[in-house]
């Protein structure tokens, strides 16, 4: 079983998508397990305090870096030592490395992953002596580092053995071995005068296969 961890201000925007696929699958075949961390429960003081102006001058807060050092203590997670290759503790951030489908393979052979999600102006830098990976989806900014997360998990997910109703729908998903899908259609095949192409109403296989391959695309085109 794969082991997420979270570390969040905010728990509960991970609640809903943990109630649908493809997570409640995965959950209930005991595939993956997932513990939502409230950075708030590991406050400096009785005022909830977890973030605090920058030295030198700027704008807004950041996250202090005891409170994230707390919580990973919490997860039984010594961020003093060198963590197993089995164990990943991710941090978002909008200038880590980019995810890709690659990443996922990786991360979904480790036993457990643990992601902190930042929030406000990000994180004290001090964190990112930390963790092992800094991630991010891609070249924009968001609020915090909850739907990043969310991104990476289902991601990994969907890739875990007998979490999808069907297996064989990961050998051509877009982005495997770095192709994107070729164009795909459904009824009607005649849409306002939108039609679907005559090779994949014609029955013939070998066509259709040809058609495929001729539309498929690498990722970087």
Do not use: W
Request: aromatic share 8%.
């Amino acid at each position: 079983m794969l082991k997420f961890n979270v570390i969040t201000l905010f728990p509960q925007l991970f609640t809903e998508h943990l109630n649908n696929l493809p997570f409640k699958r995965a959950i209930e075949k005991e595939k993956i397990s997932v513990g939502l961390c409230n950075l708030r429960d590991f406050a400096l003081d009785s005022y909830g305090t977890v973030d605090d102006k920058p030295y030198g001058g700027g704008t807004g807060m950041i996250l202090m870096v005891e409170p994230i050092y707390n919580a990973l203590k919490s997860l039984e997670i010594d961020p003093e030592t060198t963590l197993a290759p089995t164990k990943r503790i991710v941090l978002l951030s909008p200038k880590g490395k980019k995810f890709t489908e690659q990443m996922a393979k990786e991360l979904m052979q480790s036993q457990e992953v643990t992601f902190i999600c930042g929030r406000y102006e990000g994180v004290d830098a001090r964190v990112e002596d930390y963790v092992t990976d800094i991630v991010s989806i891609g070249d924009y900014v968001l609020s915090g580092g909850e739907l990043p997360a969310l991104v990476i998990m289902e991601s990994i997910t969907r890739l875990i053995p007998g979490v999808l109703e069907k297996d064989s729908a990961l050998t051509n998903e877009s982005h495997n071995e770095n192709q994107l899908e070729y164009p795909q259609y459904t009824r009607p095949d005649d849409f306002k005068g939108k039609k679907v192409p005559q090779v994949l109403l014609s029955g013939n296989h070998k066509e259709i296969e040809k058609y495929k391959k001729e539309n498929t695309k690498t990722a970087n085109d």
